[in-house]
């Protein structure tokens, strides 16, 4: 499998010899997910951390009521797992799921918490890439309480341009926090004017 999208991913933060680099592909494992296959279901333990080459992964929970709500898209280039669930080994409350035929390359809890004592430039990774998801997460949490619906779905247009042609309206009304039918009446509305 070509590597090449990963290695790129993290040299924009740290940059690897080539002893660095092949410790961290001796550790890679790669999967593919077929389109609504689950990567991690809740109530399992999330021990993994992946990343997309391929397709696109999308964790959500479920509320009593069976609806779902999507808390992340992951297109090729980007990191998704149940952040909690990994790093307390406590049952994950989110399902990942394949949006469409996917391919990612894991790397298990251990083998990573292993690099990282190996290579510290995987810590100063970690931390940026760490940091960078709180920042997102919590301009989302404003966005969700400050903004009306078309200033959430624009966000959502910029952070995932990629994805918005692709995605069905029920998942991208979902992670803006709307129903798909005002979804699409605000859209209809909007082409309109």
């Known amino acids: 499998m070509d590597n090449s999208l990963l ?23 790669y999967k593919k997910a077929k389109r609504k296959q689950f990567v991690l279901e809740e109530g399992d333990i999330s021990s993994k951390i992946i990343f997309v080459t391929n397709g696109c992964l999308r964790s959500y929970a479920v509320d009593k009521n069976g609806t779902e709500h999507v808390l992340q898209f992951a297109p090729a ?7 909690r669930s990994y790093i307390t080994s406590e049952p994950a409350r989110l399902n990942i799921d394949a949006i469409d035929d996917s391919e990612y390359i894991f790397i298990t809890k251990n083998d990573f918490e292993e690099l990282n004592l190996k290579v510290p430039k995987f810590e100063r990774f970690n931390r940026i890439i760490g940091q960078n998801a709180i920042a997102t997460y919590q301009h989302r949490q404003i966005d969700n309480a400050i903004f009306a619906a078309m200033e959430r779905y624009a966000n959502f247009c910029q952070l995932y341009p990629s994805l ?14 709307v129903t798909p039918e005002f979804l699409s009446k605000m859209l209809n509305t909007q082409i309109v004017k």
């Open 7 to 29: 290695l790129n991913s993290i040299a924009k933060y740290v940059t690897l010899d080539e002893q660095e680099e092949q410790q961290l592909l001796s550790i890679l494992h």
């Open 77 to 83: 280039g980007w990191w998704i797992t149940d952040m």
């Open 164 to 177: 918005i042609k692709s995605l069905p309206q029920k998942q991208v009304a979902s992670y803006i926090g």
